[in-house]
């Protein structure tokens, strides 16, 4: 069965310092990935998807099928980017999402 | 254009008993999924509703069961609940069941199992 893993549960930076989310997924296939995210006292949102290659609010994230991720990037932290985020994976030909457990990010001024 | 709505926001109930929680889709949306989050953890998928009919299904028992209706609001049943049941529950909704049709997520129902 396909999983994903996000390690950090807690992500600690300063604002203008550059930040990635780690997301490591296993699953043979060829996968579509998605990064969630969900601001304090809003619900889960979808930031971005990598098929669409796009950057959303200064974020990045590619899929690297070698070392199986799709981490999030993004090079100047805001305060605003605090927030819970989500990395997903749904397998080829399915619908079915798999949620890694999440990473807190916390951004200080 | 109105967003997912859930009822009710909080519930408690106590072990064996049955729950129904509510979820209206967003508008022109005819597909719905719902959601089990346990604390600390990311959501897991329940099962799908696709025009009223079950469309897929998560590793969990059939003691969770669910019903979506014409006009594609949609209810989670769970009967003989458990503590481990006690959790936030998720209802999105999409255009589609496809993967490329995202998802938009109500505000959830906490529910607590005593």
């Known amino acids: 069965a396909q999983r994903v893993t996000q390690p950090e549960k807690l992500l600690s930076v300063f604002k203008g310092a550059p930040v990635e989310l780690k997301c490591n997924y296993s699953y043979s296939g060829s996968p579509e990935l998605f990064w969630y995210v969900q601001y304090s006292r809003q619900r889960l949102q979808l930031l971005l998807r990598h098929i669409s290659r796009e950057s959303i609010k200064g974020f990045t994230a590619d899929l690297n099928k070698g070392e199986t991720s799709f981490h999030l990037k993004k090079p100047f932290a805001q305060e605003e980017d605090s927030a819970m985020y989500y990395c997903?994976?749904?397998?080829?030909?399915?619908?079915?999402?798999?949620f890694g457990r999440g990473t807190s990010l916390i951004v200080h001024p | 254009e109105t967003g997912v709505t859930q009822s009710p926001t909080h519930l408690i109930k106590t072990r064996g008993q049955q729950v129904t929680l509510r979820c209206s889709s967003q508008s022109g949306h005819n597909t719905v999924s719902w959601y089990q989050q346990a604390l600390g953890q990311g959501p897991q998928f329940i099962f799908q509703?696709?025009?009223?009919?079950?469309?897929g299904r998560g590793n969990f028992p059939p003691r969770f069961s669910g019903l979506q209706f014409p006009n594609y609001s949609s209810e989670l049943n769970v009967n003989a609940l458990e503590l481990d049941d006690s959790a936030l529950y998720l209802c999105?909704?999409?255009?589609?069941?496809?993967?490329?049709?995202?998802?938009?997520f109500g505000p959830g129902t906490r529910l607590t199992v005593l």
């Open positions: 997903a994976l749904i397998k080829g030909g399915s619908y079915i999402p798999t």
């Open positions: 509703y696709y025009r009223e009919e079950e469309n």
């Open positions: 999105a909704s999409s255009s589609g069941q496809g993967a490329n049709n995202e998802q938009f």
